[in-house]
């Protein structure tokens, strides 16, 4: 079945042969209907359906997925360019099983999110997406998320899941989580007039070149620092600030106004339009920090953001 819009679905299983059994058809059937196959699993998975799949594991492209899921935005944006590259070679679908590395406890909303977040992001995107959840591995919170997170849900059987959460609703019920900091900040630079962007860059410029950190990582960070400066200037009210902290080989800022906040509970996860530049800024941001969160409250927007060295 060639897919003219996304179907997303989650497989719960136990066992390696549940992936085995579930996974190898979805992929020989993808192949054998001239669409784009790709598998990003861990070592372990690849190895199985490499297995299963035999003299056509070939004509599969497979991802070591700790080194896909680093950051949702550089995951969707892989994702892009893989299903352009696919339409681009004559393939009129993708087909995709993609098993999210929900990595360390405090980042596992992260990538909650994201699961529900592609939803959206890919809705009319020519794709079927099939996401693994080890019950063997994975923490029950993680594994009843993906009843949230998926139109479609294979476990005992494949049926539409009763839970099933639009992203604009599952955003705003679950926060993607702040950084967290464990002493006063080292830096706080008054962001009063337009000009002040400027000098948030040389505060902060100077604090990393002080640590020694390489060109590339200062440039990228201090792009992040312009792009959301620039953001709160534009579009917050009241006072605005630059907090910097060091936390051993991590830099962490915050930009604090007294705005609205985003009113789209899904900036920073689309790309920006072609047709303009709206989002660009934040979407960008979100490609570069190992860790975005914005947060409204008490009347106070946060956009906190960190680079590891």
Known sequence: MISATLIHEA?????DDGFVSALTP????????????????????????????????????????????VRPASTIAG??????????????????????????????????????AINDVFATAPAWIICPYDTRRLPEKVVSSARR?????????????????RPRRLLRAIAEPVPPIRREPLVVVSLDVPMSARRARYVVR????GLGWQRPAIDDLL?????????????????????????????????????????????????????????????????LSDWLAIDHHDGTTRVRFCFSR
């Not at 997170?149 to 959460?165: I, K, N």
């Not at 009241?238 to 930009?255: A, F």
């Open 79 to 116: 994702w892009t360019d893989l299903l352009n590259t696919a339409q681009a070679q004559g393939s009129r679908s993708i087909r995709i099983v993609g098993e999210v590395a929900f990595g360390m406890p405090a980042r596992r909303d992260t990538w909650i999110r994201y699961e529900s």
């Open 26 to 69: 979805f992929l020989t059937d993808g192949l054998r209907d001239g669409e784009a196959v790709v598998a990003a699993v861990t070592a372990h998975n690849i190895d199985l359906l490499r297995q299963g799949l035999g003299a056509d594991a070939g004509k599969v492209t497979f991802i070591d997925r700790d080194t896909w899921y």
């Open 223 to 287: 792009l992040v620092v312009t792009e959301i400066a620039v953001n709160s200037l534009v579009h917050g009210r009241g006072d605005r600030d630059l907090k910097v902290w060091v936390e051993d080989t991590t830099i962490i800022c915050e930009v604090t106004d007294h705005g609205d906040g985003f009113s789209d509970p899904l900036v920073g996860y689309r790309p920006p339009a072609r047709s303009g530049h709206h989002g660009m800024g934040l979407w960008m941001a979100n490609q």
């Open 149 to 165: 997170t998926h139109p479609v849900v294979r476990a005992d059987q494949r049926e539409p899941s009763r839970l099933y959460q």
């Open 11 to 15: 497989l719960i299983y136990d066992d």
């Open 206 to 209: 100077a604090v990393v070149e």
